[in-house]
């Protein structure tokens, strides 16, 4: 019995129904951008989360763009992130002509350390990117208390973390304004590319909904230089079906990883830790072991598939050479991309096959 690390088809076959006649109905319309579906999925997405406003975006690194544009990040200044996080974090900072600064991360959730942020604040300094990495918030208390000291604004790139919680509240909210990304293997994935900003400000809102069009309010009067960053038809019809049962998704997310970290205990690696008050969405179930190289050679002889989220800390990336940054200055980045491993975590993976998983698992520590 093979084991995929990832698998879309199943999920599809159970709505396959529901989506083509959603799919049909946008067809039928022949209106594809920024209509009734994508009003709609703005207006759930805002209740779901917890906030006044959403804005459909074309994906989730145009939601980052926008959003730190909106907070007029600009060159010359300097946003605070994690190196340890998918290219598009930083991607959308350098896009702005404004330099990413990377702060180290905590060993044991991944997310950024607000112990490491204070010494990275400059004069320079406009916001601070954290990102929900793997489902599970950042320590958003700490950070909202740096960014209320400093005057920072803060942006959440949650694209991994739709319905993750701190205390019950969700993240995108948890910020001044949240990132989301619906690209396919997220847990809330669309059939193509799309993201959205969620905000509470008014202000914030109107202008990235500009911003999205050109600058334009009012057909063919632009009353800035905006893009073209326009969430389709096609998508939104398909995210409203798929927002019914993202909430039972996510359930069985937690669910299965509950039982990983039950079954794996004893081994010798590190099962993902979950702060008191967190709710994690398990888009990611990542361990850290010092075997990682075996381990996933291992994996794939058994016909288990696994995945290395991520090999290599954005301060080393080769683009970001000329920003100065050497191996060893964010060591706890360094030592995390060299001994984690994410393990077969999907909301369809069955009984079988998760414990095939901890079967192999348990094998291979024990040779
Ligand atoms: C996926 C992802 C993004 C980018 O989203 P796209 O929709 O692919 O542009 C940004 N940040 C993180 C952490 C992501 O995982």
Redesign the pocket.
Known sequence: MKVPFFDLVEQHQSLRGEIKTAVGRVLDSQYFVLGKNVDALEKAIATETGTKFAVGLA??????YLALWAAGVGPGDEVITTPF??F??AGAISRLGARPVFADIDPRTFNLDPSRISSRITSRTKAIVP?H?FGLCADMDAIRGLAKKHGLVVIE?A??AFGATIDGHSAGSLGKMG?F???PT?NLGGGG???MLVTSSAAWAEKVRLMRDHGSRVKYRHEFVGINSRLDELQAAILLVKLKYIGQWNAKRKKIAARYSRALKGLPLETPYVPEGYGHVF?LYSVLTEKREALSRFLAKEGIGSAVYYPLPLHLQPCYRKLGYRAGDLPVSEKTSKKILALPLFPELSKAGRNRVITALRAFFKK
């Open positions: 994906s989730g690194s145009d939601a980052l996080t998918f598009a974090t990102v990495l790139d694209a991994q990132c990304s619906f690209y997220k590319d799309g993201g888009h």
